[in-house]
């Protein structure tokens, strides 16, 4: 690839693109759509519809969904779904890391809470179904809690070995 914006036309710069180098980033990508699904999975399934309120920006989105849920159904599943409220207050998050932290891992950031938003939104248009405990003082309510906290803390792990994370603070 040749960059046509140099200054001085005798000296175009020429970018080489290996297919390493695209094997690598079709790997790394297909193992940020997996870890993505998994923890997209267990917050749709198990945290947001028992009212968890997990930390960080997923956390708010989750408060800001339960809270939306009893009086307006129609407006929590459309605007203010976790999905969209997550992706959006991560985007000054996103700002400020590329100018301060690991340009890369920033990139792979932007990339995983895409991907969240993304299955996160899908899940809830093919109306996947969800474990809801009968009452806050249920044992199933532990239940969810654990299966939901393994499915996120598994794949947050394995995000971190990636070089990615789960945005948030």
Same mark, same amino acid.
């Given at each position: $690839?040749?960059?046509?914006?140099?200054?001085?036309?005798?000296?175009?710069?020429? =970018?080489? $693109?290996?297919?390493?180098d695209v094997k690598q980033f079709a790997k790394l990508f297909g193992i940020l759509c +997996?870890?993505?699904? $998994?923890?997209?999975?267990?917050? !749709? %399934?198990f945290v947001f519809p028992n009212g968890f309120a997990p930390g960080g920006l997923t956390? +708010?989105? #989750?408060? =800001?969904?339960?809270? =939306?849920?009893? #009086?307006?159904?129609?407006?929590? !599943?459309? &605007?203010?779904?976790?999905? *969209? %409220?997550?992706? %959006?207050?991560?985007?000054?998050?996103?700002?400020?890391?590329?100018?301060?932290?690991?340009?890369?891992?920033? =990139?792979?950031? $932007?990339?995983?809470?895409?991907?969240? #938003?993304? &299955?996160? &939104?899908?899940? @809830? /248009? %093919?109306?996947?179904? /969800?474990?809801?405990?009968?009452?806050? @003082?249920?044992?199933?309510? *532990?239940?969810?809690?654990?299966?939901?906290g393994v499915g996120t803390g598994i794949s947050h792990g394995f995000l971190l070995k !990636?070089? #990615?994370?789960?945005?948030?603070?």
């Amino acid at each position: $690839i040749e960059a046509d914006n140099c200054p001085d036309e005798n000296k175009k710069r020429k =970018i080489n $693109i290996k297919g390493n180098d695209v094997k690598q980033f079709a790997k790394l990508f297909g193992i940020l759509c +997996i870890l993505s699904f $998994i923890r997209a999975l267990s917050m !749709h %399934v198990f945290v947001f519809p028992n009212g968890f309120a997990p930390g960080g920006l997923t956390g +708010i989105a #989750s408060i =800001i969904y339960n809270a =939306i849920l009893p #009086s307006n159904p129609e407006l929590a !599943h459309t &605007w203010f779904t976790p999905a *969209i %409220v997550s992706f %959006v207050l991560n985007i000054p998050l996103f700002i400020a890391s590329f100018f301060i932290l690991n340009k890369r891992f920033c =990139i792979n950031t $932007i990339m995983t809470v895409g991907l969240v #938003s993304l &299955w996160l &939104w899908l899940l @809830e /248009v %093919v109306k996947c179904p /969800v474990f809801k405990a009968e009452s806050p @003082e249920s044992a199933y309510n *532990i239940l969810a809690a654990a299966t939901g906290g393994v499915g996120t803390g598994i794949s947050h792990g394995f995000l971190l070995k !990636h070089n #990615s994370s789960r945005g948030g603070t």
